[in-house]
């Protein structure tokens, strides 16, 4: 009797059998079905078609219909799940179905569309490449085999054109190009311009913004082989795609590539293995890329390709002056050479972007009084201030109240909001320039796909003079008016605790200070710091991203930080903390641990923010010198740590290759 061994959307490491009909075949894996499963029924994927099983028949219960309204699943799809259930540990099924559009996991079939056909259009004239760009696009072999590159180039070098070349001689033959990025909404424009370049190509976006229908269409276009660019966000990066001739993964540094719940993959770092399972090249972009990347680069395993210069040679790199705010009053947290900086653009009819990563009005309010601090009730956090309308609110788990007038301990009248975020800054600037017209973009102000293109729209028309913005304002936006950029608050991120903060502030900066000055218009940036002797602004000032991530990889390296270690990190979250920490100390103690000499165990301790949302959070971080040793060991470790009694309400995952502590 033919089984089907089929993978279901549970959090269990293995597969389930199921009797199939006499007239199954191996032809039949790939394609999904539906099966029965406790007292329902659920929408599986069949990864095998074998002769029996190792189940008792008696207790195998019949398949239920194949769906026979795709193709099957091919071989590569599989053996990619298979890598990243593998590496990350995480169940197959979970990972299998997770790269599935919803609406091919319902048990209803979808209705369906068939994919938008591209609107006729003339393709355009193509700008003149720059000597670089044009050896690094000749450096590329498109079609051609495994072989990974990493693109460096400086903020508006034109690293999207030299994608744009490759994809077009991947068309030339006939082959698909996976174009990853990291967030679609915050860059529209990408999207446009790669349909503008491409008017009798069909492009399938997918993303988590589309609604399901879309998505399900786009995701089948790419999988028929229909849609010749699949542009997506990290999701993207499972989608079959029978074509397939090259990878891009545009802003590799990204943080967002990788996944921070459920299946914690990343996007780029499977990007590579997909490319080399394919074999077939994939291109890594980025000004500043991810020391990693750069890491593998300077040991020869990526292709270094740079781009040092701006495609429009007019538009220089933005002067870069760092302001010793030890030496300067400041009013509102802002220096006076700053504050003149802006009324000279403003006389000039030029935009100035105030850049602050901290939304709200202020980060916390508090009673000078009895002590009182506005603490989430929930987390290990405070409640931020958002005046603009009336409430309090926490960035970490989303509960907010109204803001009270009087402190709720002891009745004071006269509360105060301390520090500065956002809002602040914008209502203390319109007092400052009254006849200024200020524009605020953070997450507040912009919810929605939407209300972005409408935001950019009235950036562009000229609508703004004075931006105050979050990191929403530094992704790859062109502002030709855009001249100035002031930067307030980086200190926090140079003494953070997380020795990752330095380079996620040198992108963020590096990025932001990219958006001065693009066009004819030289630009200019000003960082207000407390330590202007850092080795990171001395770096930023010279547009030296090589001299900063090699002084950063060094530390690394005497400190055993990765690239140099492999890390992966167990966490847990229970009600009480004791819980979690007890969890964890029986996870360290269990005998594979003795067994993986390789590999250190750190001791348990709270995470940083150690309550979130009503639950206590701890985490034991696991090391190793050596990926194999560690990849060996987490199999063994994870089987172990399932077999641990646990109280009911004690959560636990690991996360392998951790970017946050
Ligand atoms: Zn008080
Ligand atoms: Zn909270």
């Given amino acids: ?162 994608y744009l070349r490759l994809i077009e001689r991947g068309l030339a033959t006939g082959r698909q190009t996976l174009l990853l990025t990291p967030e679609i909404n915050l860059t529209p424009q990408l999207e446009a311009r790669v349909r503008a370049r491409f008017p009798q190509c069909t492009v399938a976006a997918l993303h988590s913004e589309l609604a399901e229908a879309a998505r399900e269409r786009n995701w089948r276009a790419a999988f028929t082989g229909e849609a010749d660019i699949v542009l997506g966000t990290r999701l993207a990066i499972f989608t079959p795609l029978p074509r397939l001739g090259l990878i891009v993964v545009d802003e590799e540094h990204d943080p967002s590539f990788k996944q921070q719940d459920g299946i914690r993959y990343s996007a780029r770092d499977l990007a590579i293995v997909r490319a080399h399972q394919a074999g077939v090249p994939v291109i890594l972009g980025s000004a500043t890329p991810a020391l990693e990347s750069w890491a593998n680069a300077a040991s020869g395993r990526y292709r270094l390709l740079q781009l040092t210069e701006r495609a429009n040679r007019q538009a220089a790199l933005p002067a870069i002056r760092i302001l010793d705010t030890r030496r300067l009053p400041l009013r509102e947290g802002i220096a006076a050479p700053l504050l003149a ?16 990563n901290r939304r709200g009005y202020a980060p916390v309010l508090a009673c000078p009084a009895c002590g009182w601090v506005s603490h989430c009730r929930r987390c290990a956090a405070n409640l931020v201030l958002h005046l603009a309308d009336q409430r309090l609110r926490c960035h970490h788990c989303g509960f907010e109240q109204r803001v009270a007038k009087t402190c709720p301990t002891c009745g004071n009248q006269d509360i105060h909001a301390y520090g500065r975020g956002t809002q602040r800054v914008e209502e203390w600037l319109q007092d400052e320039f009254p006849a200024a017209r200020i524009l605020r973009v953070d997450r507040d102000a912009v919810k929605s796909r939407k ?163 009503n639950l206590e959070r701890g985490q034991l971080l696991a090391e190793s010198a050596s990926r194999p040793a560690l990849q060996t060991f987490l199999p063994a470790w994870r089987a172990a740590i399932e077999s641990i009694k646990t109280p009911a309400k004690l959560r636990w995952h690991l996360e392998v290759d951790p970017l946050e502590f």
């Fill in 451 to 613: 209300q972005w293109e409408t935001m950019l729209d009235r950036i562009h028309g000229g609508e703004a003079e004075i931006l105050v913005g979050t990191q929403m304002l530094a992704k790859g936006h062109d502002f030709p008016l855009l001249t100035l950029v002031g930067v307030l608050g980086a200190d926090a991120a140079l003494h953070a605790a997380d020795w990752r903060a330095p380079e996620r502030l040198f992108a963020q900066l590096m990025q932001v200070a990219g958006r001065a000055g693009r066009a004819e218009l030289k630009g200019e940036v000003i960082i207000q710091t407390q330590f202007p002797d850092h080795p990171l602004f001395a770096a930023l000032a010279a547009h030296d991203y090589a001299a900063f991530a090699d002084s950063q990889l060094r530390e690394r390296q005497q400190a055993g930080f990765p690239p140099y270690a492999f890390q992966a990190i167990l966490r847990a979250e229970a009600p009480q903390m004791t819980d979690a920490i007890t969890f964890l100390q029986a996870a360290a103690a269990l005998p594979e641990v003795a067994r993986h000499g390789a590999v250190q165990l750190y001791d348990p301790v709270p995470m940083r923010l150690a309550r979130l949302a």
């Fill in 341 to 356: 900086a802006i009324s000279e653009r403003l006389a000039r009819r030029e935009q100035s972007l105030v850049f602050l």
């Fill in 1 to 162: 009797m033919p089984v089907f061994r089929v993978a279901l959307d549970l959090p269990l490491h293995r597969l389930f059998d199921y009797l199939a009909p006499e007239t199954a075949s191996r032809d039949d894996a790939g394609l999904r079905v539906r099966v029965p499963f406790g007292r329902g029924e659920r929408v599986g994927v069949i990864v095998d078609v074998v002769a029996g099983s190792d189940w008792p028949p008696e207790q195998l219960k019949p398949a239920g219909e194949v769906l026979r309204d795709l193709p099957p699943l091919p071989p590569d799809f599989f053996a990619l799940c298979e890598f990243a259930s593998a590496y990350y540990q995480a169940p197959l099924g979970e990972v299998i179905l997770q790269a599935l559009p919803a609406g091919l996991k319902r048990r209803d079939s979808p209705k369906r569309r068939a994919a938008r056909p591209p609107p006729p259009g003339e393709p355009p004239r193509l700008p003149e490449l720059t000597a670089e760009q044009a050896a690094a696009v000749a450096a590329i072999d498109v079609p051609g085999a495994f072989a990974a590159s990493l693109l460096h180039g400086v903020t508006g070098s034109g690293k999207t054109e030299v």
